[in-house]
Every structure is written in structure tokens, then in C-alpha cells.
């Protein structure tokens, strides 16, 4: 299957089985946040899909936006927790062994940015899957990884959803 396949087929499960919504869009973004699973899920362009779903066919916005915030925040917060557990040893593991520049570059983003970093690497791929990471390797604090987490979440679900969910809409009243 390619890329085009697997977000038509994800948008089309939605779109014929709306309870199925909310679960499946918690998995997306909750594997685009996981650090082994993001180098290998294409959730954002399915995300964006839903997001044009939504706008669409009028399924509600609030309950998949409140799914991709907790999925987002869930897989930040297991990167977090393995990359202090692992320490070093994550970048040993499949599939970041077969990116080895991988955390290194999350890393010195990390040193770099700080909190700030945490919260923006969100919003950038590959850093996606390597600042958490390297925000537990370093041991930042808890909480203030907390902080940056459900925050840049907030924003990475509405920017992902809403464009489509209320941009569609607003081009059709328009038109």
C-alpha cells in the first residue's frame, strides 16, 4: 500500500464508522508522537485528511480534536519516560538504529532550546520523534516536560485538524 491508499482507507473507516473516530485518531497521533513508531506511521497527512473529513461531512470537531491532543501527549510522554529509562542505549534500538544521527540532532536541539525545545521539536518530523528522547536522557524535570507536552499538543491538534475541519467550511460558505 502507498501513502495515498492508507489515508483514504483510514478517512473512509472514519467516515462510514464515526465511533471508530476517536479511537483511531488517538492511535495516529499518539504513534506520530511515539519515537520508534513516527519514523514509520504516516499519521499527518491522515490526520490532515480527517481534519477535511470533519469539514466535510459535519462529523463533530471537539471529541477527534480531544483524541489527537491525548494521543500527541501519550506518545511525548513514553518517548520521555524511554529516553529516561534507555539513556544512551535508546539509540540501539529498531527502528532509530537505522537512523543513528537521529538523536543525536534531537539532542543538541534539546541543549540548545530547552522547554522551548520540547514544545517546537513537536512541529518539526524527524525531531518529532527525537526531542522527547533526548529530553529524558538529559532528565529535564518532569513537570516542565509536562508543561511543554500538553501545550505544544494543544496547538499540534488544532493546527492539524481544524485548518480542514473549519477552513473547508468557511470556503463553502464563501463560494
Known sequence: MILDDITRAAIAVIQEHEAWGVPIVLALAFGESLAFISLLLPATVILLGVGFLIGSSGI????LWCAAVVGAFLGDWLSFWIG???KGDVVNYW???RHPDLIPRGHRFFERWGVAGV???RFFGPLRASVPLAAGICEMPALTFQLANISSAVVW???ILAPGAFGLKWVQEWI
Open 84 to 86: 529516561g529509562r534507555l
Open 157 to 159: 491538534a488544532t493546527g
Open 60 to 63: 463533530a470537531f471537539w471529541p
Open 119 to 121: 514544545f517546537f521539536g
Open 95 to 97: 527502528p532509530l538504529s
